[in-house]
Every structure is written in C-alpha cells, then in structure tokens.
C-alpha cells in the first residue's frame, strides 16, 4: 500500500511538472503572436455540455457556448459530465470527453507545409478525426501525453491517459484506432496502431521500459459518450468536402496576402519611380547650366579681335 501510495504522489508530480512544460510552450506561443499584434484562431466550440472550463495561457478562466472560438494555448478541463466538440480551423473534430484535462499548444491551418497541430493530453481522452493536417502533414499533427507521443496517419483515433492513482486500469497511455491508423512512441520504442486495434505505454514501475504494445482487445474503459451518434460519420463527411476546403482555405489566404504582396512590390517601384524623377531633375538642371556656361563664353571678347577693334 506505501508503495502504491508512493507511485502515485510520484505521478502527480510528474504531471504537475508536465502541465507546468505545457504551459510554458503554450505560453511562449501566444506571446509570440500576441508580440506580432495577433492571436492564434484555432476553432470553433461545437458543442457544449456539462461542466466544461476553458483556461487561457495566462491562467484566465472562461465557460463557453457554441459558436465560440478557441485559441492557441487555450486549455480544456471537463468535469464528470463535461463534454466539448471542437471544429478545428483544418476540418478536424476534436471531442473532449469527461474528467479530461487537454491543452492546444500549437495549431497552425493555412494549406501549406508549415500547417501543424500539437495537443497536449494530460488525463482524460479525446476523440480526433484529423483534417487536412493529418492528412497532408501527418508527421506535423501529435498528441503528447506525459509519457508518450501519438501520431497519425489520416485518421480517427481515441487517445486517452490513465493517471496512477486511477481505478479505472493500468496507468498510462492508450490509443484507439476507428478509421486509418496511428503509432504510440516512447523512448523505449514504437508500436503502429491499425484500425480496430489499441495500444497500449506504460507508466511508472518496471513496465515503463517496455516498448508501446498491442493490446489484445480494446479495454472495456473506452466506453461511448452520450453524443458519440454525432461523430460517427464525421471522419467520411471530413474527408468529402476536405479538398474543397483546403484549396478554399488556400484561396482566401492568397487574397489576404495579395494586397501585402502587391503593396511590397510597389515600394520599391515608387523609390525606382522617385529616383528617376530626382535623376531627369539633376540632368535638366546640368543642361541648364551648361547652356548658361556656353552663353556667357560667347559674350566674351576673343583675343585677335579684340585687340584689331582696338586699334582701329
């Protein structure tokens, strides 16, 4: 019993120290942006229900409704009847499920190979029917978790942490795979997810040397949430229409940045412009010069001549 009980406070620690890492990445991403005048637009609330809490990366709270945007470095926390869908900027769903604690710490959707999406799960689980990002830049979308990284391969999947002083089953981390499939990295190696399928790191005692593994069969703990009918068919209606958005995406960021694009072409135009206008400017005053130069040399008496008028 003391060791479990030492385990434990082990673990809250450690999570204590990773949510702590979270924040602090998190954080450094919304000062950039706020620095550049702007903050980082990920998504859209969904849907709402239960005890749902957003907190900020400056650690200010706020509920929220559908409709409402979340930002990069933005934190959800739902309670024991808490549910939250999210529609990502990329046409991902993210769906916090109860007692969760997740953070964005980075979420960037423009069409381009910079797009990247970084969640941060510490306890609790998601369901993420990935977009464009997933699709296109799989290796640019992961799921971090305090002893482990997820990554995707296009698709629908259901990462979820067990804290150690739960009940609920092995301490660690999971993932389930719907539709496409997934891998759970540790330092101690990889394991592929396949569709149908779950896997299955360690954390804390002997096993978390071992490698990520398969489990056998998915855990009775993955259970359905009362709004799961909602998702069911989100992953073949995402990808429908994924195209579409993407290159109307890529459209409107081409239109955003056109004025920008033309407005520094022209600058240095308009200096091109000035300088040959200053450049015409300073060659009419020379010929002007010049002109005045050569009238008044012909005014002046010449040598010969001068003396011969003289002396006549």
């Known amino acids: 019993m003391i060791k479990i009980n030492r385990c434990t406070f082990i673990f809250k620690i450690f999570l204590t120290f990773y949510l702590g890492c979270l924040s602090i990445a998190a ?3 919304v000062s950039a942006a706020a620095s550049a005048g702007t903050v980082v637009f990920v998504g859209t ?3 709402v229900e239960g005890d749902v809490k957003i907190v900020d990366s400056e650690k200010k709270q706020r509920t929220v409704k559908a409709g409402d945007k979340v930002y990069e470095g933005d934190s959800v926390v739902t309670g024991a009847d808490g549910e939250l869908h999210l529609a990502m900027e990329d046409q991902a769903t993210i769906a916090v499920r109860p007692n969760t ?5 980075a979420y960037r959707a423009q069409g381009d190979e910079q797009d990247k999406g970084v969640i941060g799960l510490l306890v609790g689980s998601l369901r993420s029917i990935t977009g464009w990002i997933g699709k296109n830049n799989p290796k640019s979308y992961t799921i971090r978790t305090p002893n482990a990284t997820i990554g995707v391969r296009g698709t629908d999947h259901e990462p979820l942490v067990i804290a150690a002083d739960s009940t ?4 660690g981390t999971y993932d389930k795979v719907n539709i496409g499939g997934s891998y759970i990295q540790t330092s101690h ?9 779950a896997a299955f ?6 096993r978390a040397a071992m490698r990520p593994k398969l489990l056998e069969s998915v855990p009775r703990f993955y259970r359905s949430t009362r709004n799961e009918n909602l998702l069911e068919k989100r992953h073949e209606l995402i990808h429908r229409v994924l195209e579409q958005r993407l290159e109307e995406r890529r459209k409107l960021i081409r239109e955003r940045i056109k004025p920008l694009a033309t407005a520094k072409a022209e600058r240095p135009l308009a200096q091109e412009r000035e300088a ?6 300073e060659l009419r005053e020379e010929r002007v010069q010049r002109r005045k130069d050569h009238e008044g040399h012909n005014q002046r008496p010449h040598g010969p001549r001068h003396r011969r008028e003289k002396d006549d």
Do not use: S, W, Y
Request: hydrophobic share 35%; no cysteine.
């Open 27 to 29: 954080h450094a991403q």
């Open 45 to 47: 609330v969904e849907l």
């Open 101 to 105: 604690k997740m953070r964005i710490i």
């Open 168 to 171: 609920e089953g092995e301490a």
């Open 189 to 197: 190696g990889t394991i592929d997810v396949p569709a149908q399928r």
């Open 201 to 206: 790191a360690a954390h804390g005692g002997g």
């Open 276 to 281: 040959r206008k200053n450049r015409l400017h």
